[in-house]
């Protein structure tokens, strides 16, 4: 029999996802797009190109956890 245990990868994905998508939200409300485009666009550090990597490496950890690892007992 298989059983299929939870992981935390998808749990970290999804809140790695969470996190980046509120500094992106936020930076909307407060700045508006046009300056977040140019936020993504610059050539410095920004939050928003943090944000991507973030969305970046939830999409690592979830397509990690769904992999369909399953456990023998």
Do not use: C, H, Q
């Not at 992981?7 to 500094?23: D, E, H, K, Y």
């Not at 140019?38 to 956890?65: N, Q, R, V």
């Amino acid at each position: 029999m298989t059983v299929r245990r939870k992981n935390w990868f998808t749990a970290m994905g999804v809140l790695f996802i969470v996190v980046g998508a509120i500094a992106v939200v936020r930076d909307l409300f407060i700045f508006g797009p046009d300056f977040v485009v140019d936020f993504f666009t610059s050539p410095e550090i920004t939050s928003e190109k943090i944000s991507a990597t973030m969305f970046g490496i939830g999409g690592f950890l979830i397509i990690l956890g769904l992999r369909g690892v399953s456990y023998e007992e």
